[in-house]
Structure formats: C-alpha cells, structure tokens
C-alpha cells in the first residue's frame, strides 16, 4: 500500500487560511469517509484533528475543517496561529482492511 | 482521563525479538479496538497492526505480517506487540493508539516506545 501524497511543506502569516492536500485511490481516500487528519508537534504524540472526512473531535478548534472531493482529502487551518506551526498527517483506511499514512506536511507559520 | 502508556523498547540485534508493552486505564479497554503506529526517526507515520476489542479480528501492515504479532490481555488492560526477525528498518518509535470508533479514527495515543534495531 502506498503512502498518501500530501505537499511536504506550507506556509502562511498569522491570521490566514491554508489548505493541506492529500491525495490517494479509489482504494483508499475515495473509496471510504473514514479519512483523518492529526497534528504532530516535535517529540510529542499526534494528535487527532480530524475523523471521518469533515468531523472535530470535542476539544478542536472550530478554525480546523476537513473535506474530501473524489480521490483527494483536504485539511484547512483558517486564522492561521502561532501555535499551529506542526506536522499535518493524513490517513486513510484502505480496501486491504489496513491503514494508510501520508507522508507528512510541515506547517510553518510565517 | 485516558492514559496509555507504552514500554518495552531498546537496542536489539538484527534479527532478535523484542514484545512491547501498553498499559492502558481511565477506559474500559475491552471495548476498544486498539493499533500499533511507528515513526522511524525524522519520518512519517506507519500503521502497524490492528486488533478488535475481543481479539479475535487482527490485521497486519504488509511489512510486518510474518514477523510481528499483536495481542491483547482484556483483564489486565494490556495491548502487546511481539517483534521477531527484526530488521534496521523497524526501528522506529512504537506508539499504541485507541481507536475511537473508524478504523482510523485514533482519539489517544501514548507517548511512543523507542525501538533500534543495530548491530
């Protein structure tokens, strides 16, 4: 199974808006709505942003959103704040009945 | 709140074994379906393995299956990940990870179990 293509790095100024893309197959991101987002910042564990294309977990905020157009998810990040500066993971669960990562987008905040 | 909390990992030799450990509390484990993720060192996240909440429905990464083996003890809150035929690519930080309710959906994770696998 073959990683998911996510851009290696994004930028943006505080207070702006960016998208992270992350595009797989049929067999995986457009096949299923089962496609999640987590931020990792360094030495830390990842930490779930988004479920299931478009959902937040309680506790995330309402400036992250997830949407997903045929074989490409998107993870958008609106007022853009200090604190987003992390690592942005996709992932998607796959006809194999596995687990498929992206490969990983370095947010910096400008 | 959830806590999980993995152990186990080291140095080990090309080819040795190694078992992991997760101890999880503040949840009813049983009901939770539970995942093995890994980091090698400056790169991105791999999905390992993948056990249901009984046990009895177990799914491996291409690159593991043969090698490793997941297991879980229910009464004793415990998530186990056996490594045998190690190689230098499976060294990694080994995180355990709950998975809230879609396969991929995972709401905790521990804080990850250095593995280095080198002669």
């Known amino acids: 199974q073959s990683a998911l293509t996510q851009p290696a790095s994004v930028s943006g100024s505080p207070g702006q808006s960016i998208t992270i893309s992350c595009t797989g197959t049929s067999s995986d991101v457009g096949g299923y709505d089962y496609v999640s987002w987590f931020q990792q910042h360094p030495g830390k564990a990842p930490k779930l942003m988004i479920y299931?294309?478009?959902n937040r977990p309680s506790g995330v905020s309402n400036r992250f959103s997830g949407s997903k157009s045929g074989n490409t998810a998107s993870l958008t990040i609106s007022g853009l704040q200090a604190e987003d500066e992390a690592d942005y993971y996709c992932?998607?669960?796959?006809?194999?009945?596995?687990?498929?990562f992206g490969g990983g987008t370095k947010l910096t905040v400008l | 709140e959830v806590h999980l909390v993995e152990s186990g990992g080291g140095l080990v030799q090309p080819g040795g074994s190694l078992r992991l450990s997760c101890a999880a509390s503040?949840?009813?484990?049983?009901?939770?379906?539970m995942h093995w993720v890994r980091q090698a060192p400056g790169k991105g996240l791999d999905w390992v393995a993948h056990i249901s909440g009984s046990g009895n429905t177990i799914y491996y990464a291409d690159s593991v299956r043969g090698r490793f083996t997941i297991s879980r003890d229910n009464a004793k809150n415990s998530l186990y990940l056996q490594m045998n035929s190690l190689r230098a690519e499976d060294t990694a930080v080994y995180y355990c990870?709950?998975?809230?309710?879609?396969?991929?959906?995972?709401?905790?994770w521990g804080q990850g179990t250095l593995v280095t696998v080198s002669s």
């Open positions: 992932c998607s669960y796959t006809s194999s009945t596995t687990v498929v």
């Open positions: 503040e949840f009813t484990f049983s009901s939770y379906e």
């Open positions: 299931d294309v478009t």
């Open positions: 990870a709950r998975e809230r309710g879609h396969w991929n959906d995972f709401d905790y």
